[in-house]
């Protein structure tokens, strides 16, 4: 676990070290995903070093959890069905003490999903990773490391507040590149125990790598596995040399 790190300058050093980490440690991140991106996250995860697993039987997934370092849970294609799972995973992560992330995905849309957003975060996930509509209806807790996602990344916890400004504008034309970035910060968590320092870490990764897979890509569909690409290929020098990371106040 290190020191949360309030200085930004020390903060790309910071994450290519855990970069290094990753890879090192190759943890395993059992997601409960959005079922129309699970190939891609799952291949984004393994790029980077992580070792996915995806399913969402009910009857198994507690062994799944059992065997991660880290749960994301990701509520893009919601049922009884899933929400039985998740309940499942979360008891399972409480007991064998996983952290895990949450993407309530589209929950302004729905009054339902809304109310579910509401009684996970209850249920106190390490880091909440949510876009701008989604964080004015849950307000979530300033203890919860907060992922407010954009054109600028903003991370907030406890009264400190970090802008990431890396990334590209093709990022947001290829589905699932959302869904990436809560599975990223779980990995991130598995091996860090400052949520904070891991969230941060997990959207410069990210948002350095989706740069880089722009200078090749020319649209969205050569965008895709260019991400993958870049990914797989990110060095810590990379996210030394590009990572765009600032204060502000929250």
Not at 46 to 67: C, D, I, N, R
Not at 223 to 240: E, G, H, K, V, W
Request: charged share 20%; proline share 5%; with cysteine.
């Amino acid at each position: 676990m290190t020191a949360l790190h309030a200085d930004p300058a020390t903060l790309p050093a910071l994450a290519a070290g855990l970069l290094d980490d990753l890879r090192a440690r190759r943890p395993r991140v059992h997601c409960l995903m959005n079922t129309v991106v699970q190939k891609f996250v799952a291949d984004g995860l393994t790029a980077l070093g992580a070792v996915p697993s995806m399913t969402s039987a009910a009857e198994e997934v507690a062994a799944f959890v059992h065997k991660a370092d880290a749960l994301v849970v990701n509520l893009g294609t919601l049922d009884a069905g899933r929400r039985q799972a998740i309940g499942v995973a979360l008891d399972a992560a409480a007991r064998e003490g996983r952290r895990w992330s949450l993407d309530p995905a589209h929950c302004d849309y729905s009054p339902s999903r809304a109310g579910f957003a509401r009684a996970l975060l209850a249920r106190e996930p390490a880091v909440l990773r949510v876009n701008r509509d989604e964080h004015e209806l849950l307000a979530a807790p300033a203890r919860i490391a907060t992922v407010t996602t954009g054109s600028v990344d903003r991370i907030t916890w406890n009264g400190t507040a970090l802008r990431v400004e890396n990334g590209h504008p093709l990022m947001a034309q290829v589905t699932g590149t959302g869904c990436l970035s809560g599975a990223l910060i779980a990995a991130f968590l598995a091996i860090e125990g400052n949520a904070f320092t891991a969230a941060a870490a997990a959207a410069a990764v990210l948002g350095v790598a989706g740069e880089i897979a722009a200078r090749s890509a020319t649209g969205p569909g050569s965008f895709q596995p260019a991400l993958l690409d870049a990914l797989a290929n990110l060095s810590p020098a990379d996210l030394i040399a590009h990572a765009r990371i600032s204060n502000e106040q929250d």
